[in-house]
């Protein structure tokens, strides 16, 4: 399904309906370039099972968790491959521990980067940008 959005609140409208069909134990691939509002759609989603603390992008710690409160779900991990040079440098993390887990919803931004090193997805979603306008398909 495609949707198009013009600004931070409309992405995250999107990330609202979309994250009124999961369940947990969800992994969503987010794709996409710098700036084309993955991390906005992952606040949406976010927002949407309660986590009002600020959702930002884990290019440099890689991992975010995101406690929610929630019936049969315990957290969010919003993950981000973006500066992983070396799917090798995905090992160490022990996100086998925590993805796909029925408690525990994962974004993963750039999941390109980690090479068939982590769990396979469930969702795919791609981010594209033209003129200002945001597309994106949830797959």
Same mark, same amino acid.
């Given at each position: ?19 009124? #069909? ?5 992994? /969503?691939?987010?794709? &996409? ?7 906005? *759609?992952? $606040? ?16 440099? #710690? ?5 406690? /929610?409160?929630?019936? &049969? ?7 981000? *491959?973006? $500066? ?23 974004? /993963? ?31």
């Amino acid at each position: 399904m495609m949707h198009t959005t013009h600004n931070e609140e409309e992405t995250k409208k999107v990330a609202e309906a979309f994250a009124m #069909t999961l369940k947990g134990g969800e992994v /969503i691939f987010l794709f &996409g370039d710098l700036g084309m509002g993955k991390t906005t *759609f992952v $606040r949406g989603a976010a927002e949407y099972f309660g986590f009002l603390d600020p959702v930002r992008s884990p290019s440099f #710690t890689i991992v975010n968790r995101y406690l /929610i409160n929630t019936p &049969g779900l315990r957290q969010i991990l919003h993950v981000d *491959f973006y $500066r992983i040079e070396d799917p090798s440098e995905i090992w160490p993390l022990a996100l086998e521990e925590e993805v796909g887990q029925p408690d525990t919803m994962t974004f /993963i931004e750039w999941p390109e980067k980690a090479e068939g090193n982590t769990h396979p997805a469930t969702h795919k979603i791609y981010f594209t940008s033209t003129d200002g306008v945001h597309h994106i398909s949830i797959q």
